[in-house]
């Protein structure tokens, strides 16, 4: 059989958690989609496709080839995640021989206690969520041909078919879904899964490298990550779910709460029934959420950047200071002859470096300036001249992404950075012809974001002046 799971399908409710994937959420400290890989391999289901969009380096560093969990995963990227099942269009009818399970959205498959097993020959399972196929489990040729071409419909498949195979299928619709997992896991589920620590005694699991001191009181039950650090006098559990890299300050008593991977907790700091990210603080039942702008109460742990993010990012300053020092004279003289024929700068409201709000200059070139002072100034690169210095000041990168609006992200929360964004001065739209694709920009971002290094910016760099030049050549603007 083959799986084909959608990571990358919009989950609204997810976003005060946005820096981590939907797939990646833990529950009992685990992946989300960890526990459907763990599934594939008890059905002895060895062919995966995770099916990417936004998180996708993430993913891709956390799961690899699929070698952890015996099973072989690739990748693919789909643009419509709003219908997944148009996806499965790429697959051959052979392909399909064996089975398939189509996996839409977030869900939990929660084990029943019976051992999990493949669907009969020519029998489809189905589970449907506000009309929607959340997971479909087949091995019916003639169905899945007929389905993927929209000739059938599921509406008549009953959920708890999936109790036959040892599951049940639990859909993820909101931070309370999340948080009541969790808490069942902590209470014991978890015992029926792999197992996400080293230590397990008397339903307290606990990671590698863990610093508890001796007047640290652990109530079971509780589950707490790798790498964390419990400060003296503190009180974790019961009931409390910690993941890795964990800071908790003196005196802090932590029960009835999920806390995320990488967060700081202060001193003397009482969280009951909550979830926590970073300086997020979320009650699952009300839904509301706060964000604490005290660091010393709650906040994200900072890291160190990586040696290849030093370099990368020494290298976009010092590079895009060379070419503003180089075209100082040039735009001086240039800009001054182009603002007496009408070209102007205009200002848009982007999204820089680490989720600053910052304006940028947009070169609007006059509509009766077509000479060849036009061709040499957009040669030189002279209408990105402002970008250049704003990647000097770190404020940009030098190549990435095209700035996202700030109209744009009007639905997500502007504190929150993405720390896969690279909005930049050079990107892969000023490599092609303009055409103002927003699906080919997100695929390209996407693309930069996977392949990101010193040697793509270089040649990103080179590309932008190999092709300005040849425009000035053959004549364009």
């Known amino acids: 059989m083959k799986a084909v799971i959608h ?48 998180g996708a380096k993430q993913i891709e560093e956390y799961v690899g080839s699929g070698e952890s ?12 995640q709003n219908d997944p099942v148009h996806f499965l269009k790429r697959f051959s009818s052979d392909d399909l021989l064996q089975g398939l399970m189509h996996v839409t ?27 929607r196929a959340l997971c479909v489990l087949s091995r019916d040729p003639a169905f899945l041909e007929a389905w993927i071409k929209g000739q059938t419909d599921l509406s008549t498949h009953q959920p708890d078919q999936f109790e036959s195979l040892g599951r049940e299928i639990v859909p993820l619709e909101s931070l309370k879904d999340l948080y009541e997992i969790n808490m069942s896991l902590v209470q014991g589920e978890v015992q029926n899964y792999l197992q996400p620590g080293y230590y397990d005694k008397d339903n307290v699991i606990i990671g590698y490298n863990v610093i508890t001191p001796p007047t640290a009181t652990l109530s079971a039950p509780l589950i707490i990550g790798n790498d964390c650090r419990i400060s003296p006098m503190t009180s974790i559990g019961p ?30 700091m009482e969280i009951r029934s909550k979830i926590v990210f970073g300086n997020t603080v979320i009650d699952p039942y009300s839904q509301a959420v706060v964000t604490i702008p005290d660091p010393w109460m709650v906040s994200e742990v900072q890291s160190l950047p990586a040696f290849r993010d030093i370099l990368e990012s020494l290298f976009s300053r010092m590079a895009a200071g060379v070419i503003a020092l180089t075209q100082l004279l040039p735009f001086a003289l240039l800009f001054g002859w182009k603002l007496v024929q009408g070209s102007r700068f205009t200002h848009k409201e982007v999204q820089g470096r680490n989720g600053r709000v910052l304006k940028l200059p947009l070169y609007t070139q006059a509509k009766v300036s077509h000479g060849i002072s036009d061709r040499i100034f957009m040669a030189l690169g002279l209408d990105r001249y402002p970008h250049f210095l704003l990647a000097f000041y770190g404020r940009l990168w030098l190549c990435g992404h095209r700035p996202r609006t700030v109209q744009s992200q009007a639905a997500q929360d502007m504190n929150e950075p993405d720390a896969g964004a690279f909005p930049a001065a050079i990107t892969y739209a000023d490599l092609r012809e303009q055409d103002n694709d927003a699906d080919l920009e997100r695929v390209e971002e996407l693309y930069y974001r996977h392949h990101r290094s010193l040697w793509e910016d270089m040649r990103m760099l080179g590309h932008f002046i190999i092709k300005r030049w040849s425009d000035f050549f053959r004549g364009r603007n």
């Not at 003196?250 to 001193?267: H, W």
Request: hydrophobic share 40%; charged share 15%; with cysteine.
């Open 7 to 54: 990571t990358g399908v919009p989950a609204p409710w997810a976003a005060p958690v946005n820096r981590v994937p939907w797939a990646l959420l833990p529950l009992g400290n685990r992946p989300l989609l960890e526990y459907w890989l763990e599934w594939c391999s008890d059905m002895h289901i060895l062919d995966i496709r995770l099916v990417l969009d936004d």
């Open 69 to 80: 969990w015996g099973l072989q995963v690739t990748y693919g990227f789909h643009r419509n």
């Open 105 to 131: 959205g977030p869900a939990f498959p929660r084990k029943t206690g019976m051992q999990s097993r493949h669907p009969e020959s020519g029998k489809t399972l189905a589970y449907i969520n506000e009309g």
């Open 239 to 268: 009931n409390a779910v910690v993941g890795s890299h964990v800071l908790i300050d003196r005196q802090s008593e932590i029960s009835d709460s999920v806390i995320l991977s990488g967060t700081f907790i202060g001193q003397g």
